[in-house]
T-cell receptor
């Protein structure tokens, strides 16, 4: 049982480049999330999707876009990467918002 | 808006000593409280949630609505407890979960 899988695990980008982080879950969960983790800031919600077909902004959505492609997949796109977006990104899912959240292993992104 | 406060970024205790990781919250409804843990080189995972009222790996947490706290406790720390601990709150129903900044627990042998 893979749970939540996200790719890539590591990525280095130049300022201004774009990229998409992919995420898929195999637990038939309705809700999916993207968080970023920064030292001293904890986990901050970027975007979430309460159910297939819906997406909503979290605490720090600026500079990001998301797509809930289907019930399994939820991607995060950086259109024009900035050094401030250097972080560890976690995809997660839950049966519904407010329930136990299951996390992916994280994606380490460095923007130079 | 719901908010979670974890006042200690780092907590160091000796092996065998009691552990208390503090968490205070603010909420706009009936809260659901969680503790998540991230061990070195592992993914973030649920440790316990208040509605389960269970003890996981010797840890317990009691919801104190009067003090709006959900402190995580363990009577005797073990080296394998060293990890990053996040308190989280949801106002229930279909509300999203908000995490605190985390407390790094370091258990000294």
């Amino acid at each position: 049982n893979a749970g939540v899988t996200q790719t890539p695990k590591f990525q280095v980008l130049k300022t201004g480049q774009s990229m998409t982080l992919q995420c898929a879950q195999d637990m038939n969960h309705n809700s999916m999330y993207w968080y970023r983790q920064d030292p001293g800031m904890g986990l901050r919600l970027i975007y979430y999707s309460a159910s297939e077909g819906t997406t909503d902004k979290g605490e720090v959505p600026n500079g990001y876009n998301v797509s809930r492609l289907n019930k399994r997949e939820f991607s995060l796109r950086l259109e024009s990467a900035a050094p401030s977006q250097t972080s560890v990104y976690f995809c997660a899912s839950s049966a519904s918002t407010g329930n136990t959240i299951y996390f992916g292993e994280g994606s380490w992104l460095t923007v130079v | 808006a719901q908010r979670v406060t974890q006042p200690e970024k780092l907590l160091s205790v000796f092996k065998g000593a009691p552990v208390e990781l503090k968490c205070n919250y603010s909420y706009s409804g009936s809260p659901e409280l969680f503790w998540y843990v991230q061990y070195s080189r592992q993914r973030l995972q649920l440790l316990l949630r208040h509605i389960s009222r269970e003890s996981i790996k010797g840890f317990t947490a009691d919801l104190n609505k009067g003090e709006t706290s959900f402190h995580l406790k363990k009577p005797f720390a073990q080296e394998e407890d060293s990890a990053m601990y996040y308190c989280a709150v949801s106002s229930g129903g279909y509300q999203k979960v908000t995490f605190g900044i985390g407390t790094k627990l370091q258990v000294i042998p």
